[in-house]
């Protein structure tokens, strides 16, 4: 196997914690080369200036062959994982966060307490206050858009932006929020209300979940990664890491094995390693760096590696109202309600969830689907509801905190390979009884909201079930070995030089979007990293 | 690049978007192996999406031409159209107007083509709703390149249904 030069630190991963990995320790000075399996996607199969741009969706995410990426990127189900978790994320530079919607509330400390609050899971390894300046330090970087109307944030600063205004739509859902007594206040967005020297900002057009045709959503490929290679640091596209390697004594990293892009087996020396791959390729990448001294997988001496996997749930409604609202236009979310975010005695439920309140309705093609479809209808009356009705609809959204168990896992599949030969990971996941009556609640409010807004034909548009979007917990930090991966600045307990430092470390899912929480904490362990020492770091 | 379930339905109507993709090679296959099929499917289509007082109907922005041209293009698709004009057969071409929506109608609700044709209904919806001439009538435009400066101004506006500027 051809070794490579030494570097101080490699990445496996350049999406939400290895962009931020990569910039804050190429800033330094560091030596750094970031491994991604996928490529560099191209702005310009953004459909959404396309007549048929509803009918290609996932089109800027995908490479031409659909199946090969599916191939590649396989993963399996256990027979008794719960069916509503589907996994969705993207392979490319800048990884899931290239078709992220851009929420990002801040957490609560509470979320970080859940153990202390309500006896079950874990508390989280650090103070709440510790990770303060380093979300303060990703906002700025984001151009984070906000306003401070929403009376359950803890106190905090101004947003580096104004709000995004709220729109017709969660306007009026907003009404119903006020009539219920509930604090509908402008949602965080990681999106750019105003522009900057190098970006446009939104212009309202409602397709963030097809890709953000103006680049104003603040994905890594737009705001750490450009600054990341400007410092020097070397992305490889294409690459598939396959092992964590370690020194003789298996104490001591010593670098990645991967896949080049003509599928030859590569080796990247480094002095540092961190695992920034998501909480499902993490896990799976530990477990197949298996040794003889390692046999259950690397930094596993706690069993937990690819355990406890968590991410949220979520209940959705959608009603109907008489005038027109035009919920597909503006950001997908622009609104939100943290009235149950705070976990209370007082519930019948431990923990807490978020309301968002979305204007992600689409054009006509995806109100057919949701609304005339559904009834049946076709000829005359077809048309003549969807003229009637079209601009009239809005959903809105509940996503919950998810009390994982040491059953909730990724492990590898004994069968099946991806076209590397590499076992693919099986996904395990399940909704438990305080989850369960969590999302009873959640269900509750949100037909309660669009009720006390005045919409009719109030359905459920997503039963209570998983969000396969936020994938969490597989390699939870903590302060003892035998109950943690990784310490509360990501390293490994059992492998020096070994971190990781993705949505895998959260101990708990807490109870709202999870991405600002991975940024800020990959910056800490960036800090770390150059704290440590023994790198090439510059003044 | 992005793992969700890909089922055949999504990519069949991802093809859909090729009927904004001209290209003659579609045109110059055969798919009506059928007597009088391509004649029955029309009329299905035009039943499905018939012009209102606003908005053109399926025949007026040749939707079974553009859905036959797609489907003769796969397996699925030629099976489909085989399916559903030999099981509506000859026959139904003799139906009055009214008979024909309800045979549509008894089918469509638990009959032997009722999957068939509800396959063929929402690739009708779905060609027709993403097709720019049926977006007049509903007060809809592509969200870019322009966006939608107007998403919290006229609020609630019916009248002029708060559309495109
Ligand atoms: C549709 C969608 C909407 C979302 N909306 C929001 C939102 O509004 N707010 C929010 O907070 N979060 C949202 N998320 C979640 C957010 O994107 C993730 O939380 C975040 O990107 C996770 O960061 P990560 O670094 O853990 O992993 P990722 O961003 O997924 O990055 C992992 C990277 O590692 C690469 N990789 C994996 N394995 C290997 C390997 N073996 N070798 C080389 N490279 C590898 C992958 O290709 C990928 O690029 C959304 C996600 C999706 C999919
Ligand atoms: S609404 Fe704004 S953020 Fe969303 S895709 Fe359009 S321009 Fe981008």
């Known amino acids: ?539 | 690049m992005l793992t969700v379930a890909k089922s055949s339905r999504r990519k069949f109507l991802a093809l859909i978007s090729l009927i904004f993709t001209p290209c003659e090679a579609l045109f110059a296959k055969k798919i009506d192996t059928v007597s009088n099929g391509t004649e029955i499917f029309h009329l299905v289509c035009n039943h499905f999406i018939p012009a209102s007082d606003t908005g053109p109907g399926a025949k007026d922005v040749e939707l079974g031409h553009q859905l036959m041209s797609i489907y003769v293009q796969t397996s699925y698709g030629r099976t489909l159209f085989k399916n559903i004009v030999t099981g509506l057969g000859e026959q139904f071409l003799a139906l009055s107007h009214d008979e024909q929506i309800k045979r549509l109608e008894e089918q469509l609700e638990g009959g032997k083509l009722s999957e068939q044709l509800s396959s063929l209904l929402t690739h009708c919806a779905h060609a027709y709703y993403s097709n720019p001439q049926s977006w007049p009538s509903i007060g809809y435009r592509t969200p870019q390149p322009q966006g939608y400066a107007d998403y919290a101004s006229h609020c609630g506006d019916t009248k002029t249904k708060m559309t495109n500027s």
């Not at chain 1, 979320?111 to 990703?138: M, Q, Y």
């Not at chain 1, 900057?196 to 959503?217: E, K, L, V, Y």
């Not at chain 1, 943290?338 to 204007?359: E, P, S, V």
């Not at chain 1, 991806?418 to 609640?441: A, S, Y």
Request: proline share 6%; charged share 20%; net charge neutral.
């Open chain 1, 1 to 539: 196997m051809p070794g490579t030069d030494e570097v101080d630190v490699c990445i496996v991963g350049s999406g939400a914690s290895g962009g931020v990995l990569a910039r804050e320790l190429a800033l330094k000075g560091l030596k750094v080369v970031v491994l991604e399996a996928g490529q560099r996607l191209d702005r310009s199969r953004i459909p959404t200036n396309l007549p048929h741009w509803e009918l290609r969706p996932d089109q800027y995410f995908s490479s031409n062959n659909v199946d090969e990426d599916a191939q590649r990127d396989r993963v399996t189900y256990a027979p008794d994982s719960d069916p509503s978790f589907v996994l969705s994320r993207v392979k490319a530079v800048g990884g899931s966060t290239m078709h992220y919607e851009g929420f990002c509330a801040r957490p609560h400390p509470g979320d970080l307490k859940r153990n202390s609050l309500t006896g079950l899971a874990v508390d989280w390894p650090i103070p709440f206050s510790e990770l303060t300046p380093h979300f303060e330090r990703v906002e700025a970087m984001l151009g984070v858009s906000g306003k401070l109307d929403n009376r359950f944030e803890p106190p905090r600063g101004p947003y580096p932006n104004p709000a995004i205004e709220m729109s017709c739509a969660v306007k009026r859902v907003k009404k119903g929020c006020d009539a219920l007594g509930l604090n509908a206040a402008h949602a965080p967005m990681a999106i750019l209300s105003r522009a900057t020297n190098t970006r446009a900002p939104c212009n309202f057009c409602g397709g963030c979940w097809s890709g953000c045709f103006m680049g104003a959503i603040s994905n890594m490929a737009q705001t750490y990664l450009p600054e990341a290679e400007k410092s020097g640091a070397i992305i490889r596209i294409g690459v598939m890491a396959t092992r964590v390697m370690l020194a003789k004594d298996g104490k001591r990293v010593t670098g990645i094995e991967y896949f080049d892009e003509s599928k030859n087996l590569q080796f990247q020396r480094a002095k540092v390693v961190a695992l920034c791959c998501n909480a499902v390729e993490t896990p799976r990448l530990l477990l197949m760096s298996a040794r003889y001294d390692h046999p259950n997988g690397l930094a596993n001496s706690s069993g937990l590696v690819g355990k406890n996997f968590s991410c949220h749930t979520v209940v959705s409604a959608r009603g109907l109202f008489e005038e027109r609202i035009d919920a597909y236009k503006g950001p997908n979310i622009n609104g939100m309600v943290q009235d149950y975010y705070d976990h209370d005695d007082k519930r019948d439920f431990a923990g807490g969830y978020i309301l968002a309140l979305r204007n992600a309705e689409g054009g006509p093609v995806r109100f057919y689907d949701k609304m005339a479809a559904p009834k049946n209808l076709f000829g005359k009356e077809l048309v003549e509801y969807i003229e009637k009705n079209f601009g009239h609809s809005v959903a809105i959204s509940a996503y919950g905190e998810h009390f994982a168990t040491e059953r909730d896992q990724i492990s590898l599949d004994p069968a099946v390979k991806d076209t590397f030969g590499l076992p693919v990971p099986r996904i395990k996941i399940n909704i438990h009884d305080n989850d369960r009556t969590m999302l009873h609640h959640m269900k509750q409010t949100v037909h309660d909201v669009l009720s006390a807004a005045g919409a009719n034909d109030i359905h459920e548009a997503l039963a209570p079930g998983f969000l396969g979007t936020h994938l969490l917990g597989t390699c939870r930090m903590g302060a003892n070995p035998n109950s943690s991966v990784t310490d509360a600045y990501g390293e490994t307990h059992d492998i020096s030089g070994l971190y990781i430092a993705d949505g895998s470390l959260f101990p708990t899912s807490t109870a709202g979007n999870p991405t600002i929480v991975i940024q800020a904490l990959a910056t800490r362990v960036a800090l770390q990293i150059i704290a440590k020492g023994n790198l090439s770091v510059s003044a």
